[in-house]
């Protein structure tokens, strides 16, 4: 008799699958939690490529896994970092592929305002530590801007008292860059338009600015949030163009200010900053214009008297000419009689040398001189004929030494260079024999994380996801539980066991 028959009969206990127990408990977990708003501390954060968030929440006690889709995660106000206490805004679900439930969060906000002024003060570190906000790199305000570029919302009052002020103390050109000064939208658009600014071209259809104001009125903490995200003051530390912050009141501060050229406690003070009073400057150019006459006047005066004092001190022009006028009239009456002299005794002389030269020595002179140049022009010929044949045979020897030398040396050359490319190729050979791609043909894989290579299992499981490469391509792969061999469906047959007789 067989103890475990399958017509034994069974209990009024009803019998469930698997699958049955996981959806029952996804049905109630979702009904009775279907919104709830859970308090907790970020850790673990992870953000894979498919742009999902990964976090968990806890506590002293506790912790919930958390995850974030793609959609939910790019629509957060508060992006999540390592250590942030917050309020998570979402409903429970199950995950029946581990027997695990996780919070699905759709939005976050800080636990209140020490937690934000915590994590304020933590990327403020951060970014001071990367010389963001050294004076040393600060630019000069120009002092009158052509252009003003201002970076804030076209439809709210700050916009409007910047113009306003602008046109009482200088009228500016202005550029107005449209953007969203609160909400999730706000730090993008603010940096992509710090860094549209700047992409402009000098001279191009729509100026480039000279000084960028990035302006916005008062308003909590939560409410100037966006110009304290990183995005925002990296655009503003680069920026090559000036640029003054004026976001919130006298007593708001955001982390754009530190990152900016200069602060202003109001955007009708960033104004302020921006260009001169223009009536001031009219009169101080006025008071300094009737300055300069005054001075130039007073120069003037004072040079001319020091002109007739020194002119008093000097002789008459007459009483010094008069000496050199007489002393000319002397030199001028002895000139003629002087010359008619010179001209007779050079005249004697002449005639005295002309009578002693004869006709005969001046020919001999000049034949004797006519031989010698007939002799040396003789004795020239034969002297340049030899010097153009020796010139000739050894400009002959030297042009056969070059022709040997460009052989031997293009000889050489070729030699050398096919021993560089023969040493090239067994280079090229050992370098695919050491590397890792022949090691991949024999069967092997490398596998890789966000952080390089990893070696063990601990390490993968670790990474979550990672990526193996094979010898024809790349396969991504996530770290999970080893999958177990399914039960078939159905009672066990029974052991074998004999009969009790």
């Not at 995660?73 to 917050?86: C, I, K």
């Not at 679900?93 to 581990?98: L, S």
């Not at 260009?275 to 004072?302: K, S």
């Not at 020595?361 to 004797?368: E, M, N, S, V």
Request: charged letters at 25%; hydrophobic letters at 40%.
């Amino acid at each position: 008799m067989d103890l475990l028959d399958d017509d034994a009969p069974r209990g009024n206990q009803p019998e469930y699958s698997v699958s049955e127990i996981s959806g029952a408990v996804k049905r109630v977990i979702e009904g009775e939690f279907g919104h709830v708003r859970v308090r907790g501390e970020i850790s673990r954060v992870s953000r894979p490529s498919s742009g999902h968030l990964y976090f968990d929440l806890k506590d002293d006690r506790a912790v919930i896994a958390a995850v974030s889709w793609k959609g939910q995660a790019a629509r957060m106000s508060v992006r999540p970092e390592e250590g942030m206490e917050v309020i998570a805004i979402g409903r429970l679900t199950t995950f029946p592929g581990q027997s695990k439930y996780q919070l699905i969060v759709e939005d976050i906000v800080p636990a209140g305002a020490g937690a934000l002024m915590v994590m304020l003060e933590k990327r403020k570190a951060a970014l001071a530590a990367e010389g963001l906000f050294d004076a040393a790199r600060k630019k000069p305000i120009p002092f009158l801007p052509e252009v003003i570029g201002v970076v804030t919302s076209p439809s709210g009052a700050v916009i409007r008292d910047i113009l306003h002020r602008l046109r009482d103390r200088f009228p500016r050109r202005v550029v107005i860059w449209p953007v969203a000064v609160q909400g999730e939208r706000c730090a993008p658009e603010v940096a992509a338009a710090i860094a549209g600014f700047n992409a402009l071209v000098p001279g191009g259809p729509v100026p480039r600015p000279d000084l960028i104001i990035v302006a916005r009125g008062g308003g909590s903490i939560e409410d100037l949030w966006g110009f304290n995200e990183e995005i925002v003051v990296r655009a503003a530390a680069a920026s090559r163009i000036p640029l003054i912050s004026a976001v919130g009141h006298e007593t708001d501060t955001t982390l754009i200010d530190h990152a900016a050229d200069r602060r202003a406690p109001t955007p009708t003070a960033a104004a302020e900053m921006a260009v001169p009073v223009r009536m001031e400057l009219l009169a101080w150019a006025g008071e300094q214009g009737a300055r300069l006459t005054r001075a130039m006047r007073q120069r003037q005066d004072l040079r001319a008297q020091r002109l007739a004092d020194l002119s008093r001190a000097l002789g008459r022009p007459e009483t010094l000419l008069d000496p050199a006028r007489q002393r000319f009239d002397n030199w001028t009456d002895r000139l003629g009689p002087a010359l008619l002299a010179a001209a007779t005794r050079k005249r004697a002389g002449f005639n005295a040398t002309a009578a002693r030269m004869q006709p005969g020595l001046l020919t001999g002179f000049i034949g004797r001189e006519r031989r010698l140049l007939a002799d040396r022009a003789g004795r020239l010929m034969p002297a340049l004929a030899r010097l153009a044949r020796d010139t000739a045979r050894d400009c002959a020897r030297q042009r056969g030494e070059v022709g040997q030398l460009a052989a031997r040396q293009s000889t050489a050359m070729r030699q050398r260079f096919d021993k560089l490319c023969e040493r090239l190729s067994v280079l090229d050979r050992m370098r695919l024999t050491l590397g890792y791609t022949e090691t991949l043909r024999r069967g092997y894989a490398v596998v890789r994380g966000e952080d390089g290579l990893l070696t063990t299992k601990a390490a993968a499981e670790a990474a979550g996801t990672f990526e193996i490469e094979f010898q024809d391509g790349r396969l991504p792969a996530t770290a999970g539980p080893v999958a177990r061999p399914r039960k078939p469906k159905g009672d066990p047959p029974p052991p074998f066991q004999g009969s009790l007789f």
